[in-house]
């Protein structure tokens, strides 16, 4: 028999002293309308989503506000610095969005230059280092560099953020083994954040040992948002299924799964 345990419900995750159930992260961009942004999340079953402070509508209360759609009461809203390509920026940036809406928890990103919108770690640094003597609870999106997680953990970030492929790419993981040493070195969560395409991408990077995994533009960007979003919530519960489970070695010759003992001749 099965317990609770083993099928994954009890299986929480925790950042900054908050648990998830759900180890699928959203974000609430690039969908057509509000209204197909909280059927998708809905859909996939997330607990926490990122928002872009500039969507979060605070001064027109006439205009729609993803608020209206998307409950703070019932997500944790985890405010992003999308669109972010200085330190400077992404600092005033997630200030204002603290004294908006007393928001603690939150995602940093400095973008390098198009077209590859690589994560600058000389500016995610300075911005980590500013925000974190600030009282912030930094969750951090960085490059798969096992070198500038480690430090990044060291200066106080409460989760690492590496990337899987450039920014809305699909491409999947990219370089797998830098994941895993960044899982093996750290004591805060790890998420993979951006590049994943479908749910083989979110299932993958759970068998690697992410703690969870952020998806965006490859729920808002599918044919059918929801139903991608119903396909990522299954892949990361069977990727972690899986990651707990202990897969076989690897071998380079046929394992036959009957004994040869025994046989008819």
Known sequence: MTSQNDSGQNDAWTVAGRSFASRLVVGTGKYKDFETTAAAIEASGAEMVTV????????????PMLQDFVSPQRYTYLPNTAGCFTAEEAVRTLRLAREAGGWNLVKLEVLG??????PDMAA???????LIKDGFEVMVYCADDPVAAKRLEDMGCVAIMPLGAPIGSGLGVQNPLMIQKIIEQSSVPVLVDAGVGTAFDAAFAMELGCDAVLVNSAIAMAQDPVLMARAMKAGVEAGRLAFR????????FASASSPMTGLIR
């Open 52 to 63: 872009a402070v500039r969507r979060v509508n605070l001064s027109d209360r006439n205009a």
């Open 113 to 118: 230059p198009p077209p590859t919108l690589y």
């Open 124 to 130: 995610t640094l300075l911005a980590a280092e500013a």
């Open 245 to 252: 489970a202990g897969r076989i070695p690897r071998h380079g």
